[in-house]
């Protein structure tokens, strides 16, 4: 007999629909029904792409027994983590504050007004190496709610006082400066891997935002040991297993130190942030490997993750038919099976595919060996047909939900492609999805976090803002039309007005349009994507740059001077701020280019010339005197016009301007100075 999730769109409240245990979805009705029987509440957050939160379901939420403990003692509420990132946020904090470590699946205990007063991770379904069996837990939290009362608020009290005393990060007047930034890099040379690449030792995960920043590093020092720490890292990934070699794109991260055993699941803003990091990197050092893997990373997205109407789907599953990674993985038969005996033995060579394997008796695949230089064809035309045969297996799940913030990454990357490569294909899936995401994930001015099935619902965070922000200025970029320009500026308006709090001079991570929760959520650290504040803070960089409007690079360089200390503590935790930091204290390019991008060749050779360089900290302004959404009124393009009649591109370089550019080899030449 199905539960309330029945009625939901999330895959993941989906999974647990058939569930004996009486779920709710987080709704007033389940709060009201806590405080209206004194029951407390037990929350359990997790996301589809979760191993751990599928066996604890099996193990637990599908057993009969344990469910009727918990329907008997409690008020049971379900949440997806990447629907409801707000309450992950601040239950994921209690946790940490309670047990000193987090993750998924999170159990956590509630009073009936949302306070938590005790929680964990995983909990097995019996006492198990050191660790609590799930009715033992159970057990022991209603009899201590029903039982002893004051010792729970007293719980409550002390978390909240925690958590207060965390937030947020204390002011500092100091002026910004470039010195933070070599501070940073200082900081964060001692612990990276000069043999594998990467920071840290297992499990090791990308860390694509420290990748960005060592490329700013560079560009702006020509530090040669930056580069270096870009280029091998990229290429050690590349060659690695976290690197799906058939099919592109790339897993969660390594569960060893060397990028070979990945977690298999596949998210969405890894792969946005990875792509683009490669694009940057392909732009600075010309090596071709860089854009082979952007290529393929972007082609696997428009191949696996796009929905009909221009939305990017969020993640895969790590398992297939109850096995992790079982999808991935080959032997040297099955190889030979597709490929035949000789074209087999030279592809298992180059894949390192072994009798022995690498992994639970399979292969997963990773450069070993070299490809004879007369047959570069070869490898391509195995990676096809084996594709096509791993087609042929049952497939990882597919959370087909759209969370705005992170098709904002993916379609920030795709644009940027579009204009790096030319590629049509690429510009028209970005068109695409910035019209998805006005047209179906838009109420009025304000933007909604998820879409599944026609429904778009929960009201947008403040990454959805920022990073859907960021993702209209590059298909500004790769469009030339101004209406994508026009929204990503009214945007910025709505995202200030309801997340910024000037009294405090911090960004929230929720609106004032959300319900209010025991804490409000503000979130400042990077980790897997950028946090909301810091995207928020180069969003207003961008257009403070772009409009002229001096209240918002305030309000960045207010945000940007609370994190410049911690930055320099935990550089790894701050690498989106630390770029933003960049973009405001480093050269800046202002760029106007008018023209007719579709019709006219000239326009399209100067695009050509100008996006053949990474400028990190520019902005755009494209101006099609035919576009009828015309973008009217920015300083940046007052007195400019077409000289003669020609394309015409003005290059500004902090501010100060030089003369209008219609000749290609002069473009190339101003370029090559700035």
Same mark, same amino acid.
């Given at each position: 007999?199905?539960?309330?999730? &029945?009625?939901?769109?999330?895959?993941?409240? $989906?999974?647990?629909?058939?569930?004996?245990?009486?779920?709710?979805?987080?709704?007033?009705?389940?709060?009201?029904?806590?405080?209206?029987?004194?029951?407390?509440?037990?929350?359990?957050?997790?996301?589809?792409?979760?191993?751990?939160?599928?066996?604890?379901?099996?193990?637990?939420?599908?057993?009969?027994?344990?469910?009727?403990?918990?329907?008997?003692?409690?008020?049971?509420? *379900?949440?997806?983590?990447?629907?409801?990132?707000?309450?992950?946020?601040?239950?994921?904090?209690?946790?940490?504050?309670?047990?000193?470590?987090?993750?998924?699946?999170?159990?956590?205990?509630?009073?009936?007004?949302?306070?938590?007063?005790?929680?964990?991770?995983?909990?097995?379904?019996?006492?198990?190496?050191?660790?609590?069996?799930?009715?033992?837990?159970?057990?022991?939290?209603?009899?201590?709610?029903?039982? /002893?009362?004051?010792?729970?608020?007293?719980?409550?009290?002390?978390?909240?006082?925690?958590? *207060?005393?965390?937030?947020?990060?204390?002011?500092?007047?100091?002026? $910004?400066?470039?010195?933070?930034?070599?501070?940073?890099?200082?900081?964060?040379?001692?612990?990276?891997?000069?043999?594998?690449?990467?920071?840290?030792?297992?499990?090791?995960?990308?860390?694509?935002?420290?990748?960005?920043?060592?490329?700013?590093?560079?560009?702006?020092?020509?530090?040669?040991?930056?580069?270096?720490?870009?280029?091998?890292?990229?290429?050690?990934?590349?060659?690695?297993? &976290?690197?799906?070699?058939?099919?592109?794109?790339?897993?969660?991260?390594?569960?060893?130190?060397?990028?070979?055993?990945?977690?298999?699941?596949?998210?969405?803003?890894?792969?946005?942030?990875?792509?683009?990091?490669?694009?940057?990197?392909?732009?600075?050092?010309?090596?071709?490997?860089?854009?082979?893997?952007?290529?393929?990373?972007?082609?696997?997205?428009?191949?696996?993750?796009?929905?009909?109407?221009?939305?990017?789907?969020?993640?895969?599953?790590?398992?297939?038919?109850?096995?992790?990674?079982?999808?991935?993985?080959?032997?040297?038969?099955?190889?030979?099976?597709?490929?035949?005996?000789?074209?087999?033995?030279?592809?298992?060579?180059?894949?390192?595919?072994?009798?022995?394997?690498?992994?639970?008796?399979?292969?997963?695949?990773?450069?070993?060996?070299?490809?004879?230089?007369?047959?570069?064809?070869?490898?391509?035309?195995?990676?096809?047909?084996?594709?096509?045969?791993?087609?042929?297996?049952?497939?990882?799940?597919?959370?087909?939900?759209?969370?705005?913030?992170?098709?904002?990454?993916?379609?920030?990357?795709?644009?940027?492609?579009?204009?790096?490569?030319?590629?049509?294909?690429?510009?028209?899936?970005?068109?695409? !999805?910035?019209?998805?995401?006005?047209?179906?994930?838009?109420?009025?001015?304000?933007? *909604?976090?998820?879409?599944?099935?026609?429904?778009?619902?929960?009201?947008?965070?403040?990454?959805?803002?920022?990073?859907?922000?960021?993702?209209?200025?590059?298909?500004?970029?790769?469009?030339?039309?101004?209406?994508?320009?026009?929204?990503?500026?009214?945007?910025?308006?709505?995202?200030?007005?309801?997340?910024?709090? *000037?009294?405090?001079?911090?960004?929230?991570?929720?609106?004032? /349009?959300?319900?209010? $929760?025991?804490?409000?959520?503000?979130?400042?650290?990077?980790?897997?994507?950028?946090?909301?504040?810091?995207?928020?803070?180069?969003?207003?960089?961008?257009?403070?740059?772009?409009?002229?409007?001096?209240?918002?690079?305030?309000?960045?360089?207010?945000?940007? /001077?609370?994190?410049?200390?911690?930055?320099?503590?935990?550089?790894?935790?701050?690498?989106?701020?630390?770029?933003?930091?960049?973009?405001?204290?480093?050269?800046?390019?202002?760029?106007?280019?008018?023209?007719?991008?579709?019709?006219?060749?000239?326009?399209?050779?100067?695009?050509?010339?100008?996006?053949?360089?990474?400028?990190? !900290?520019?902005?755009?302004?494209?101006?099609?005197?035919?576009?009828?959404?015309?973008?009217?009124?920015?300083?940046?393009?007052?007195?400019?016009?077409?000289?003669?009649?020609?394309?015409?591109?003005?290059?500004?370089?902090?501010?100060?301007?030089?003369?209008?550019?219609?000749?290609?080899?002069?473009?190339?030449?101003?370029?090559?100075?700035?």
């Amino acid at each position: 007999m199905s539960n309330r999730l &029945i009625e939901e769109t999330s895959p993941y409240l $989906l999974q647990h629909a058939e569930n004996p245990v009486d779920w709710y979805p987080w709704s007033e009705m389940a709060l009201t029904k806590a405080r209206t029987e004194d029951k407390p509440i037990l929350l359990s957050i997790g996301y589809s792409a979760c191993h751990w939160c599928h066996v604890m379901a099996h193990e637990s939420f599908e057993n009969a027994d344990i469910a009727r403990l918990m329907n008997d003692n409690f008020v049971n509420i *379900k949440v997806d983590r990447e629907e409801r990132p707000d309450l992950d946020e601040v239950y994921m904090k209690a946790v940490q504050s309670i047990t000193g470590r987090g993750g998924w699946p999170l159990t956590v205990f509630l009073t009936p007004d949302g306070k938590p007063f005790y929680g964990g991770t995983y909990f097995p379904p019996e006492d198990r190496q050191g660790m609590p069996g799930f009715p033992h837990v159970l057990q022991t939290v209603a009899d201590a709610y029903y039982h /002893r009362r004051r010792e729970v608020e007293q719980a409550t009290g002390e978390i909240f006082k925690t958590l *207060k005393s965390k937030t947020p990060i204390s002011s500092a007047e100091a002026p $910004l400066s470039v010195e933070t930034l070599s501070n940073v890099y200082s900081a964060l040379k001692p612990n990276f891997d000069w043999e594998y690449g990467g920071f840290g030792g297992a499990p090791k995960f990308p860390q694509p935002m420290a990748m960005e920043f060592l490329l700013r590093n560079f560009l702006r020092t020509r530090n040669p040991e930056a580069i270096k720490m870009v280029t091998l890292t990229l290429e050690k990934m590349a060659a690695g297993g &976290i690197y799906d070699q058939i099919g592109g794109g790339f897993h969660r991260y390594a569960t060893d130190n060397i990028w070979l055993v990945p977690h298999f699941e596949k998210m969405l803003y890894d792969n946005a942030l990875l792509s683009r990091v490669y694009l940057q990197a392909f732009l600075v050092t010309g090596k071709q490997l860089f854009r082979r893997i952007a290529e393929e990373t972007l082609d696997f997205i428009l191949r696996d993750m796009t929905g009909s109407e221009g939305g990017f789907y969020s993640t895969f599953d790590a398992d297939s038919e109850g096995v992790e990674g079982k999808y991935y993985v080959w032997t040297p038969l099955e190889v030979a099976q597709v490929l035949g005996e000789k074209t087999g033995s030279i592809v298992n060579n180059y894949f390192g595919v072994t009798a022995g394997g690498n992994f639970e008796g399979n292969n997963i695949l990773h450069v070993a060996g070299e490809i004879p230089d007369q047959l570069p064809e070869l490898l391509q035309e195995a990676r096809t047909a084996m594709l096509n045969r791993r087609r042929q297996r049952v497939p990882p799940r597919r959370d087909e939900k759209v969370i705005a913030s992170w098709n904002g990454l993916m379609l920030s990357s795709l644009a940027e492609a579009a204009c790096i490569f030319g590629r049509e294909d690429y510009r028209a899936a970005a068109a695409a !999805n910035g019209s998805f995401l006005i047209n179906s994930m838009m109420d009025d001015a304000y933007l *909604k976090h998820t879409w599944k099935d026609g429904k778009a619902k929960v009201e947008g965070f403040l990454d959805d803002y920022a990073m859907v922000i960021e993702g209209l200025l590059n298909l500004h970029m790769a469009t030339f039309s101004g209406a994508w320009l026009r929204r990503a500026i009214g945007i910025a308006e709505v995202m200030v007005d309801e997340f910024w709090d *000037k009294s405090a001079g911090m960004w929230y991570d929720t609106s004032k /349009r959300h319900q209010s $929760l025991f804490i409000r959520p503000s979130s400042t650290n990077d980790n897997a994507v950028p946090s909301g504040a810091s995207s928020a803070t180069m969003a207003c960089l961008k257009i403070a740059r772009l409009t002229g409007k001096a209240d918002l690079e305030r309000i960045a360089v207010q945000a940007l /001077r609370r994190i410049q200390e911690s930055a320099i503590r935990y550089p790894l935790g701050f690498c989106n701020w630390l770029c933003a930091l960049d973009f405001q204290v480093s050269s800046s390019q202002e760029i106007v280019i008018i023209g007719n991008r579709q019709n006219d060749s000239t326009t399209q050779e100067l695009l050509r010339i100008l996006y053949s360089r990474w400028f990190p !900290n520019k902005v755009v302004v494209l101006f099609d005197p035919s576009d009828p959404a015309l973008v009217t009124g920015l300083p940046l393009l007052e007195g400019k016009i077409m000289i003669d009649g020609r394309p015409t591109i003005y290059l500004c370089e902090n501010y100060s301007c030089s003369t209008p550019i219609t000749d290609q080899d002069l473009l190339r030449t101003r370029l090559s100075k700035m």
